[in-house]
Antibody
Framework: QITLKESGPTQVKRTQTLTLTCTFS??????????VGWVRQPPGKALEWLALIYWDDNKVYSPSLKNRLTVTKDTSRNQVVLTMTNMDPVDTATYYC????????????WGQGTLVTVSS | QSAPTQPASVSGSPGQSITISCTGTSSDVGAYKYYVSWYQQHPGKVPKLLIY???SRPSGVSDRFSGSKSGNTASLTISGLQPDDEADYYCLSLTASNTLLFGAGTKLTVL
């Protein structure tokens, strides 16, 4: 059974750096083909894909946010960390992490999401 | 990189069928033959995978949901509309740059 859960601050201030952790179970990021992605959704708006980290430490980022995002993995702890620099109120959103299986380019399993509010 | 276009809203009566389109470019929706997926999201809930690889359904998803793809446009069809189908729907495609891109989203209203 695959589960994921996001954790981190619920509020950050403008210009600060956001650090979110995705803790998962039911798979290992040391397994060939595995990956964990990040998606966000501002209140009342559409889903936006942010980043994906693969088992081999390859990372892919949204072109529009590439300069602000970093994703890392801790295989021993079954965790993936997303950092986003220079936060702005427009970055207020629910942030989700999700599982990517071998050869897949979709997300079947999602975390519950965590709402992050950016204050000015 | 612009989000693939989806109709902002669609509506239908119970029992009817509706189709939601996801139109992009040869760099996103049209980049690969199969790598489009569809998600259903009820208000305040986590997105749920409905269709993957353009036309495959995960176990447990009703066969009322079906997907297709032609060129730069993918489509999600819901047949036999039910009240619980009222939700937001998003397509997700793998781009030519091997990044992922969600569509703009469609709000489905069941009249």
């Amino acid at each position: 059974q695959i589960t994921l859960k996001e954790s981190g601050p619920t509020q950050v201030k403008r210009t600060q750096t956001l650090t979110l952790t995705c803790t998962f179970s039911g798979f290992s990021l040391s397994m060939d083909g595995m990956g964990v992605g990040w998606v966000r959704q501002p209140p009342g708006k559409a889903l936006e894909w942010l980043a994906l980290i693969y088992w081999d430490d390859n990372k892919v980022y949204s072109p529009s946010l590439k300069n602000r995002l970093t994703v890392t993995k801790d295989t021993s702890r079954n965790q993936v960390v997303l950092t986003m620099t220079n936060m702005d109120p427009v970055d207020t959103a629910t942030y989700y992490c999700a599982h990517r299986d071998f050869g897949e380019y979709f997300f079947h399993y999602w975390g519950q999401g965590t709402l992050v509010t950016v204050s000015s | 990189q612009s989000a693939p276009t989806q109709p902002a809203s669609v509506s239908g009566s119970p029992g009817q069928s509706i189709t939601i389109s996801c139109t992009g470019t040869s760099s996103d929706v049209g980049a690969y033959k199969y790598y489009v997926s569809w998600y259903q999201q009820h208000p305040g809930k986590v997105p749920k995978l409905l269709i993957y690889n353009a036309n495959s359904r995960p176990s447990g998803v009703s066969d009322r949901f079906s997907g297709s793809k032609s060129g730069n446009t993918a489509s999600l069809t819901i047949s036999g509309l039910q009240p619980d189908d009222e939700a937001d729907y998003y397509c997700l495609s793998l781009t030519a740059s091997n990044t992922l891109l969600f569509g703009a989203g469609t709000k489905l209203t069941v009249l």
